[in-house]
Nanobody, 130 residues
Framework: QVRLVESGGGLVQPGGSLRLACAAE????????TGWFRQKPGKEREAVSC????????EYVDSVKGRVTISRDYAKKTVNLNIENVKPEDAAIYYC???????????????????????WGQGTQVTVSS
Protein backbone atom coordinates (compact mmCIF):
# COMPACT_ATOMS: atom_id res chain seq x y z
CA GLN A 1 0.00 0.00 0.00
CA VAL A 2 1.31 3.43 -0.95
CA ARG A 3 0.56 6.13 1.56
CA LEU A 4 1.87 8.85 3.86
CA VAL A 5 1.52 8.52 7.60
CA GLU A 6 1.79 11.42 10.03
CA SER A 7 2.63 10.93 13.70
CA GLY A 8 3.36 13.02 16.76
CA GLY A 9 0.13 14.93 17.14
CA GLY A 10 -1.78 15.27 20.36
CA LEU A 11 -1.97 17.72 23.22
CA VAL A 12 0.70 20.41 23.46
CA GLN A 13 0.92 23.09 26.13
CA PRO A 14 1.26 26.73 25.11
CA GLY A 15 4.93 27.57 24.95
CA GLY A 16 5.85 23.95 24.42
CA SER A 17 7.26 22.18 21.39
CA LEU A 18 5.43 20.36 18.64
CA ARG A 19 7.22 17.55 16.85
CA LEU A 20 5.58 15.81 13.92
CA ALA A 21 6.93 13.14 11.60
CA CYS A 22 5.84 12.11 8.11
CA ALA A 23 6.71 8.64 6.88
CA ALA A 24 6.02 6.95 3.58
CA GLU A 25 4.83 3.41 3.04
CA UNK A 26 5.37 1.79 -0.31
CA UNK A 27 7.81 4.36 -1.69
CA UNK A 28 10.96 6.28 -0.79
CA UNK A 29 10.16 9.67 0.72
CA UNK A 30 13.75 10.80 0.03
CA UNK A 31 12.81 11.04 -3.65
CA UNK A 32 10.09 13.66 -3.12
CA UNK A 33 9.86 17.19 -1.89
CA THR A 34 7.52 17.00 1.07
CA GLY A 35 5.33 19.67 2.52
CA TRP A 36 3.58 20.17 5.82
CA PHE A 37 0.15 21.79 5.89
CA ARG A 38 -2.43 22.52 8.52
CA GLN A 39 -6.14 23.13 8.62
CA LYS A 40 -7.88 24.95 11.42
CA PRO A 41 -11.61 24.54 12.07
CA GLY A 42 -13.60 26.48 9.54
CA LYS A 43 -10.49 27.54 7.65
CA GLU A 44 -8.85 26.48 4.43
CA ARG A 45 -5.82 24.26 4.49
CA GLU A 46 -2.60 26.28 4.52
CA ALA A 47 0.96 25.36 3.73
CA VAL A 48 3.38 25.63 6.62
CA SER A 49 6.69 24.50 5.20
CA CYS A 50 8.21 22.35 2.47
CA UNK A 51 11.46 20.38 2.28
CA UNK A 52 13.05 19.68 -1.09
CA UNK A 53 15.04 16.60 -2.01
CA UNK A 54 18.20 18.67 -1.66
CA UNK A 55 17.40 19.76 1.93
CA UNK A 56 16.28 23.23 0.95
CA UNK A 57 13.34 24.41 3.01
CA UNK A 58 10.62 26.92 2.26
CA GLU A 59 8.24 28.44 4.78
CA TYR A 60 4.84 29.85 3.88
CA VAL A 61 3.09 31.01 7.03
CA ASP A 62 4.30 34.24 8.62
CA SER A 63 2.91 33.31 12.02
CA VAL A 64 5.32 30.38 12.37
CA LYS A 65 8.43 31.91 10.84
CA GLY A 66 11.22 31.84 13.38
CA ARG A 67 9.49 29.05 15.28
CA VAL A 68 9.33 26.30 12.68
CA THR A 69 11.96 23.84 11.48
CA ILE A 70 11.47 21.24 8.79
CA SER A 71 14.05 18.51 8.33
CA ARG A 72 14.69 15.10 6.84
CA ASP A 73 15.74 12.12 8.91
CA TYR A 74 17.46 9.94 6.35
CA ALA A 75 17.89 7.09 8.79
CA LYS A 76 14.17 6.94 9.60
CA LYS A 77 13.04 8.05 6.14
CA THR A 78 10.87 10.80 7.55
CA VAL A 79 10.28 14.51 7.04
CA ASN A 80 9.82 16.17 10.39
CA LEU A 81 8.16 19.41 11.39
CA ASN A 82 9.08 21.08 14.66
CA ILE A 83 7.34 24.16 16.01
CA GLU A 84 8.75 25.84 19.08
CA ASN A 85 6.92 28.17 21.47
CA VAL A 86 3.60 26.70 20.41
CA LYS A 87 0.64 29.09 20.50
CA PRO A 88 -3.08 28.39 20.74
CA GLU A 89 -3.44 29.40 17.10
CA ASP A 90 -1.17 26.50 16.11
CA ALA A 91 -3.98 24.09 16.95
CA ALA A 92 -5.06 22.34 13.76
CA ILE A 93 -5.01 19.10 11.85
CA TYR A 94 -1.55 18.79 10.36
CA TYR A 95 -1.01 17.01 7.07
CA CYS A 96 2.05 16.04 5.12
CA UNK A 97 2.05 15.71 1.35
CA UNK A 98 4.45 14.97 -1.45
CA UNK A 99 5.23 17.21 -4.42
CA UNK A 100 4.90 15.67 -7.86
CA UNK A 101 6.73 14.64 -9.89
CA UNK A 102 9.61 12.97 -8.11
CA UNK A 103 12.51 15.36 -7.56
CA UNK A 104 10.55 18.53 -8.18
CA UNK A 105 11.57 21.29 -5.76
CA UNK A 106 9.23 23.12 -3.43
CA UNK A 107 7.56 26.09 -5.12
CA UNK A 108 8.25 29.44 -3.53
CA UNK A 109 4.56 30.39 -3.50
CA UNK A 110 1.90 28.54 -1.51
CA UNK A 111 -0.58 28.68 -4.39
CA UNK A 112 1.91 26.95 -6.66
CA UNK A 113 2.69 24.33 -4.02
CA UNK A 114 -0.96 23.34 -3.77
CA UNK A 115 -1.04 22.76 -7.54
CA UNK A 116 1.72 20.13 -7.45
CA UNK A 117 0.70 18.01 -4.49
CA UNK A 118 0.41 14.40 -5.49
CA UNK A 119 -0.35 12.52 -2.29
CA TRP A 120 -1.75 13.54 1.09
CA GLY A 121 -1.49 11.90 4.44
CA GLN A 122 -4.59 11.46 6.57
CA GLY A 123 -3.54 14.10 9.06
CA THR A 124 -2.80 14.28 12.76
CA GLN A 125 -4.70 16.41 15.24
CA VAL A 126 -2.79 18.93 17.34
CA THR A 127 -4.52 20.50 20.32
CA VAL A 128 -2.94 23.37 22.23
CA SER A 129 -4.09 23.71 25.79
CA SER A 130 -2.76 24.06 29.29
Amino acid sequence: QVRLVESGGGLVQPGGSLRLACAAEGFNLDDYATGWFRQKPGKEREAVSCMSTTDFSTEYVDSVKGRVTISRDYAKKTVNLNIENVKPEDAAIYYCATVMPRGRPCPSQESALLQVIGRWGQGTQVTVSS
